[in-house]
């Protein structure tokens, strides 16, 4: 190969590489048959690769309000519901999946267990062991999570509340979204977000928190969560994003944009774990928190299908400017040069 040539193909591979994230782990469902999950329980679903697990040694009164089930679906015949109808006072971690590839700042660890996962306290739902956690010898610096979601009930529920966060299982949370009713308000169906925002003049942190406008009951809405993680204790961006279904089953209209920061700070500098701990992400969860012990809330909750969620290596160089790609023409110029030549 003459060597302009080589010189164009080795700056467009440059080009591509830079504006291109590369994907580490990538996990997809829609809870279909074809995919393992059968109507039931989702702990230990589908059975092979990545699963799913219920933390009901955490919920007093044994085994969580969740299901495989069909009556309410995105797409496809099957999704995943869970209620509060097992809760107990405060937000509880009670469902969800945790990938292989850890997120996080450079450093980042992941610890904990979730309890009875069928492989026992001390081991995660791949059957690795997670007594003693060690720092990641890669880590991946953006965390994507998205999901369809609705309410079950489709009129106003005071007792309906969910939260979604990505964290790991030890119960550190980098993230956190929550669906609830707002009892201030009419019990509209709202959105809330919280973040931790690090000051450094104060070497402190504070709570950030952004509300949605009312949501409707029964619903399909589609939320994406992406958390694009910094060294140290510049500040992690954490952006949501909920839209509306568009009456074809595809992302509408905006109704919710927010951006705030993980918690990082507050494990950081020892406020809830011994100083200079750096918290990674794994897992992405469903929580339930139900002030009151409602048990009548059997069969309700929420629904989520076609999930996904990613640890990806993201794009650390900004995609090429106008300038870049001058450049990338002038290549292109010089290659008909050398063909009219």
Known sequence: MKRWMMTFVAF???????????????????????????????NLQPGTGTLWWEASSQISGGAID???????????????RMSNAKGHRGALLMAGVQL??????????TSGSIGTTGFGPDYNQHGENNTNPVPTTVTMNMTT?????????????????????Q???????????????????????????YGTEYNETFDG?????????????????????????????????????????DGAGNPGD?????????????????????????????????????EDDKWDQMGLGIVIDDFSFATTSGITQPIPEPAGL????????????????
Do not use: C
């Not at 299901?67 to 099957?78: A, K, L, M, R």
């Not at 292989?100 to 660890?109: I, R, S």
């Not at 299982?169 to 308000?185: K, V």
């Open 12 to 42: 467009a591979a440059l080009m591509l590489a830079v504006a291109v994230p590369v994907q580490a782990e990538v996990y997809s469902t829609g809870f279909e048959p074809e995919e393992g999950f059968v109507p039931g329980g989702i």
């Open 66 to 80: 969740q299901e495989i089930q069909s009556t309410y679906v995105h797409s496809g015949t099957q999704a995943f």
């Open 100 to 109: 292989y590839d850890v997120a996080g700042a450079t450093g980042a660890m």
């Open 145 to 165: 999570a998205s999901y369809w979601w609705r309410t079950v009930s489709t009129e106003p529920n005071p007792d309906f509340g969910f939260s979604a966060v």
């Open 167 to 193: 964290g790991d299982l030890g119960g550190r949370r980098m993230s956190y979204i929550a669906y609830y009713a707002d009892g201030d308000d009419g019990n509209n169906l709202k959105a809330v977000t």
């Open 205 to 245: 942190w504070s709570w950030k928190m952004d509300v949605s406008d009312a949501l409707q009951w029964g619903q399909w809405y589609h939320t994406t969560e992406q958390i694009i993680f910094n060294d140290g204790l510049e500040q992690d961006i954490v952006s949501f994003t909920i839209r509306e279904d």
């Open 254 to 290: 905006v109704v919710f944009q927010a951006e705030t920061y993980t918690w990082e700070a507050a494990y950081y500098l020892g406020d809830w774990a011994p100083a200079g701990t750096i918290a990674g992400v794994d897992t992405w969860a469903l929580r339930a928190f139900n």
């Open 326 to 341: 001058s450049l990338l023409g002038m290549a292109l110029l010089g290659l008909k040069g050398k063909r009219r030549r």
